[in-house]
């Protein structure tokens, strides 16, 4: 499920998201791995909550310089906070 009114538009966006999924703060079960990808049909850019199997569970609109430059904040994981 993609939120159309959710669009993560910033790279602090993003890191927030993505440490609300690692600390389960969306209360999403069985969330596996977070990956950006583009959806099929349109080519827009959002970022995907996927589960044991790799079906989407959550996403989120991201612009395209998210999705850009969002890819190693995505395969490293958000900065833990000091």
Same mark, same amino acid.
């Given at each position: 499920?993609?939120?159309?009114?959710?669009? =993560?538009?910033?790279?602090?966006?993003?890191? %927030?998201?993505? @440490?609300?999924?690692?600390? +389960? +703060?969306? +209360?999403?079960?069985? %969330? %596996? +791995?977070?990956?950006?990808?583009? &959806? &099929?049909? &349109?080519?827009?850019?959002?970022?995907?909550?996927? /589960?044991?199997?790799?079906?989407? =569970?959550?996403?989120?609109?991201?612009?395209? $310089?998210?999705? /850009? &430059?969002?890819? $190693?904040?995505? @395969?490293?994981?958000?900065?833990?906070?000091?």
């Amino acid at each position: 499920m993609i939120d159309d009114k959710e669009l =993560i538009s910033t790279l602090d966006e993003l890191e %927030a998201f993505l @440490r609300l999924v690692e600390t +389960g +703060g969306l +209360g999403l079960n069985n %969330a %596996a +791995g977070v990956a950006l990808a583009t &959806n &099929n049909s &349109n080519g827009r850019p959002f970022v995907a909550v996927l /589960d044991d199997n790799h079906q989407l =569970i959550l996403g989120r609109w991201v612009t395209q $310089e998210v999705f /850009d &430059n969002g890819k $190693e904040l995505v @395969r490293q994981g958000p900065n833990k906070a000091h």
